[in-house]
């Protein structure tokens, strides 16, 4: 028996052997796979992997005071229910002596594939419970985009992105692509929300086929 996992990095068949090893395989329907997102289920229990709380040595020590060791001290392992405890007495502190506009949980971070994995979902709700928080406006990926384009042609990224012009469309009625920084097929391979099928590599071979040039404006 198999079942399928959607990543970043494509969508993948994962099945369990006699001895509950998890395997994945490419997605036979997906024409360009992602072939590093196989060593998912190896890193799922990596030596490397954190397993605990861990806090550093000498903040537990000396709370409040720089000892100077930050970036090269030793990391301690803790219960999780003494991570509570340290997190929640320093979260109360910081609101009780400066508000909850100094607390930062604005930080962008892509985290697991689908909502509930969002990482800066979930800590916006918790913060938002805990009276609020200061945060940050677009993000390091699409910031200027975000800003320029509706200037320049009238709509806002995220609506150009998900109404976007297909590949087929392209290569049959498209004689020029205009690039702005070019279009390296690593970049195709990753999506915030989850992949099923990889199409740009075919969708550019097929635009290549039927003639339609590409112009590239780059450093």
């Given at each position: 028996?198999s079942?399928?996992?959607?990543?970043?990095?494509?969508?993948?068949?994962?099945?369990?052997?006699?001895?509950?090893?998890?395997?994945?395989?490419?997605?036979?329907l997906?024409?360009?796979?992602?072939?590093?997102?196989?060593?998912?289920?190896?890193?799922?229990?990596?030596?490397?992997?954190?397993?605990?709380?861990?806090?550093?040595?000498?903040?537990?020590?000396?709370?409040?005071?720089?000892?100077?060791?930050?970036?090269?001290?030793?990391?301690?392992?803790?219960?999780w229910?003494?991570?509570?405890e340290?997190?929640?007495?320093?979260?109360?502190?910081?609101?009780?002596?400066?508000?909850?506009?100094?607390?930062?949980?604005?930080?962008?971070?892509?985290?697991?594939?689908?909502?509930f994995?969002?990482?800066?979902?979930q800590?916006?709700?918790?913060?938002?419970?805990?009276?609020?928080?200061?945060?940050?406006?677009?993000?390091?990926?699409?910031?200027?985009?975000?800003?320029?384009?509706?200037?320049?042609?009238?709509?806002?990224?995220?609506?150009?992105?998900?109404?976007?012009?297909?590949?087929?469309?392209?290569?049959?009625?498209?004689?020029?692509?205009?690039?702005?920084?070019?279009?390296?097929?690593?970049?195709?391979?990753?999506?915030?929300g989850?992949?099923?099928?990889?199409?740009?590599?075919?969708?550019?071979?097929?635009?290549?086929?039927?003639?339609?040039?590409?112009?590239?404006?780059?450093?």
């Amino acid at each position: 028996m198999s079942s399928f996992v959607s990543t970043h990095w494509g969508t993948y068949r994962f099945s369990q052997d006699a001895n509950k090893k998890i395997k994945l395989a490419n997605w036979n329907l997906d024409s360009s796979p992602t072939k590093f997102g196989l060593g998912l289920a190896d890193a799922a229990n990596d030596s490397l992997r954190i397993t605990q709380p861990f806090v550093r040595k000498g903040w537990l020590e000396n709370k409040g005071k720089s000892d100077g060791k930050r970036g090269k001290d030793d990391f301690i392992p803790i219960s999780w229910d003494k991570a509570f405890e340290l997190a929640s007495e320093e979260l109360l502190k910081t609101k009780n002596t400066y508000g909850n506009s100094a607390i930062f949980a604005g930080s962008y971070g892509w985290a697991s594939a689908g909502r509930f994995h969002h990482a800066k979902s979930q800590v916006n709700r918790f913060f938002n419970l805990f009276g609020g928080f200061s945060s940050s406006f677009q993000s390091y990926s699409y910031a200027a985009a975000q800003t320029l384009l509706p200037h320049i042609i009238g709509a806002d990224l995220y609506s150009t992105l998900e109404d976007h012009t297909t590949w087929n469309a392209l290569s049959s009625d498209c004689e020029l692509v205009l690039m702005f920084g070019g279009m390296p097929l690593k970049n195709s391979k990753v999506s915030a929300g989850g992949v099923g099928k990889h199409t740009t590599e075919l969708g550019i071979k097929k635009c290549f086929d039927n003639g339609v040039e590409f112009v590239n404006i780059s450093p």
